[in-house]
């Protein structure tokens, strides 16, 4: 067992082709820490700066937005889903 | 012949050719449509937009298609009303309305877009088009997708307003409602945008999508002479038409068709649903996701993709932003249709009700133009009003059970008796 992380179609040009990629974490910052680590390029599109996603990435645990969780901080255990959400217009 | 350039990442800078994509490969940020100005001076002129027909593509040179327009040649060019009855009772001098309840054929600024959406699609090569909509955009979307023979999902959350749901039905659109909020739809459409080729309107043809939000600033200009107003108000869901309004503005000043008068541009929100109105008072870029809870349905986006643009261009401009309570929205609403007789849905009381705090607070004087924006139609959201409109006794067909009504009347209904929002 192990968190997933579902990759959304911009970012699988970095995973080649993968849209899931399984990591070993305690929390969604090293999960994707871990993810980052796995393929090179995947840091600069997720993180403007250790710590600071940049301002267009969502991320969701088991479909909540970690803004009303513990932003990066949120805990994750084996099972969990993680998304990749980029951000999109009204309606 | 087109101006269009390519597309180019707002955050990066990273440019993209014309396809459906939305988010830069790079680094996530939105892609924007760019276009050879330099190319359109002296060739986009009022003679030239002056000579096209009525319907939003008589601004088409700073639109991003290719080839003849497909979608929206009767939409768009809605009345720009000046509004003396509500001068009046606001006690301002210049107040305009822009009225986008009337924009066909289903009544909401979402027309706009979608006419540039639907175009972009068929020159792209789709067959089927989606969106992720709380109500106004899947409308739009049934209505176009069904004239020019396309495919249509619509996907919505489960607890729209009748009107809403009924107006996308009827023109025979697969519906799909969803067990969530607005971004929950929006988030799976995110999703099935990556699975499905489709071309859902504000996912991966966003960029185009949204520079269709321009028209409605476009004549705003246009429709007031060839000037802008000192400031416009409008509502703020996800983001989309104020940005949008203010580059039309901006592109209008820059060709040379309008003077610059330094517009200031306002954003509504509704309180129960408040995130941009929030980080511009609270003076930082950063928009904090909300869970929405208001009457204003059409605006309750509690996690705006483009909050970030509104607050920079109202930062920009000098502009603010203003919240309504459920309460105001519809005492607004009912203002203006009894001031001017406009029935607008509650993102238009919103803006209205916003405008009114703004003019009592005094961020914006009593004596420089106003536009309010009207972006939707209150046919489509008789909930929000059911219960506070009393429905008459019946009588009988007769003289005298009339005039034994009328007895019972106190005084006439009259222009002032329209409940003005607290602090008026």
Redesign the interface.
């Known amino acids: 067992m192990a968190v997933k992380i579902?990759i959304?179609?911009?970012?699988r040009?970095v995973t080649n082709g993968a849209?899931m990629v399984e990591v070993q974490a305690g929390t969604v910052d090293e999960a994707l820490k871990n993810m980052c680590g796995q393929f090179s390029g995947m840091e600069?599109?997720?993180y403007k700066q250790p710590g600071e996603l940049?301002?267009?990435?969502?991320i969701?645990v088991n479909?909540e937005?970690i803004?009303?969780l513990n932003n990066l901080q949120t805990p994750v255990k084996d099972g969990d889903d993680i998304?990749v959400?980029?951000?999109?217009?009204?309606? | 012949m087109s101006y269009v350039l390519g597309l180019k990442c707002r955050?990066c800078g990273e440019k993209y050719p014309q396809k459906g994509?939305?988010?830069?490969?790079?680094?996530?940020?939105?892609l924007e449509v760019q276009y050879d100005y330099a190319a359109m001076r002296g060739k986009v002129t009022r003679e030239s937009i002056e000579n096209k027909p009525r319907n939003l593509w008589r601004y088409r040179d700073l639109l991003p298609i290719d080839g003849e327009p497909k979608a929206g040649l009767y939409s768009g060019c809605t009345p720009l009303r000046r509004a003396h009855n509500l001068e009046k009772v606001l006690g301002v001098k210049e107040l305009y309305i822009k009225d986008d309840s009337a924009n066909y054929p289903t009544w909401s600024y979402k027309e706009r877009v979608v006419s540039v959406a639907i175009t972009k699609a068929i020159e792209l090569g789709y067959d089927t088009v989606g969106?992720?909509?709380?109500g106004?955009?899947?409308n739009s979307v049934a209505a176009h997708a069904a004239v020019a023979g396309l495919k249509a999902f619509v996907m919505i959350p489960h607890d729209l307003e009748q009107g809403k749901v009924l107006g996308s039905l009827i023109f025979g659109p697969t519906m799909v409602r969803i067990n969530g909020n607005?971004?929950?739809?929006?988030?799976l459409?995110?999703?099935i945008?990556?699975k499905y080729k489709w071309a859902i309107v504000?996912?991966n043809l966003?960029p185009f999508?949204?520079e269709g939000a321009k028209t409605f600033g476009f004549e705003v200009a246009e429709q007031l002479g060839w000037r802008l107003p000192k400031h416009t108000v409008c509502p703020t869901?996800?983001?989309?038409i104020l940005p949008k309004i203010y580059k039309a503005y901006k592109e209008f000043i820059d060709l040379g068709l309008v003077a610059d008068n330094a517009p200031k541009i306002y954003s509504a929100q509704a309180a129960g649903c408040n995130p941009v109105v929030e980080a511009i008072r609270a003076g930082h870029d950063l928009i904090?996701?909300q869970?929405p809870k208001t009457i204003a349905k059409s605006i309750a986006?509690g996690?705006?993709?483009?909050g970030?643009y509104v607050v920079q261009a109202v930062k920009e401009s000098g502009g603010w932003g203003e919240d309504a309570t459920d309460t105001e929205i519809v005492d607004a609403i009912k203002l203006l249709a009894r001031t001017e007789g406009t029935w607008t849905e509650p993102a238009g009381g919103t803006t209205l009700a916003a405008t009114i705090k703004l003019i009592n607070s005094g961020r914006i004087p009593r004596d420089e133009s106003i536009c309010v924006c009207i972006t939707g139609n209150g046919l489509k959201t008789v909930e929000v009003v059911v219960d506070q409109l009393a429905l008459p006794t019946s009588i009988a067909p007769k003289l005298d059970a009339f005039d034994a009504l009328m007895s019972t009347f106190q005084t006439q209904p009259t222009l002032t008796s329209a409940k003005i929002p607290a602090g008026v």
């Open positions: 579902r959304p179609t911009p970012l040009s849209d600069k599109r997720l940049n301002r267009f990435v969502n969701y479909d937005d803004r009303f998304s959400v980029p951000a999109i217009a009204g309606g | 955050e994509v939305h988010v830069c490969e790079v680094c996530f940020g939105p969106c992720a909509s709380t106004n955009l899947a607005y971004d929950d739809v929006n988030r459409c995110s999703e945008a990556d504000n996912v966003r999508y949204t869901a996800g983001g989309t904090k996701p869970k986006i996690n705006p993709a483009d970030f």
